[in-house]
């Protein structure tokens, strides 16, 4: 299976902007709930457990477990001719929250709860997006 990377940009809107650069340092950031507790995704603007909105950055500590995850054979995208087959799917944090990630594992090596660390990638515009390896 091939890693390789499709020639692709990502746009950033400035709400989700803190997250992107995070990556391109080799860090992931959630946001933990200063109501009760919880860790959420970053993009999201709530708790996903009591709805509050009373939410600070910080960062997690990259190592998640696999969720679930489906092989891209034929791209639904020009820019990801050739790299095909690849893998895309949601991680758990240890942190909690989950998030949709490129993996970067051969197909016949992934398995739910398969043990992964963060190891971003970069898109064509220099904008590093979620990936995982195998831990
Ligand atoms: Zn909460």
Redesign the pocket.
């Known amino acids: 299976m091939s890693f390789d990377l499709p020639d692709i940009t990502i746009d950033v809107t400035e709400r989700v902007a803190p997250f992107f650069e995070a990556l391109g340092r080799g860090v992931v950031l959630v946001q933990r ?6 860790a ?1 995704t970053y993009e999201t603007t709530r ?6 909105d ?2 600070v950055g910080e960062e997690a500590s990259g190592t998640a477990k696999l969720v679930t995850w489906t092989v891209i054979d034929r791209p639904t995208h020009p820019a990801f001719n050739g790299i095909e087959p690849y893998v895309t799917g949601y991680v758990e944090l240890a942190e909690g929250p989950w998030l949709p990630a490129r993996i970067l594992i051969d197909r016949a090596d992934l398995r739910p709860d398969l043990a992964v660390k963060l190891a971003p990638a970069t898109a064509s515009n220099g904008t590093a997006y979620p990936a995982f390896a195998q831990a």
């Open positions: 709930c200063k109501a009760c507790g919880d959420t708790c996903d457990t009591c709805q509050s009373d939410l």
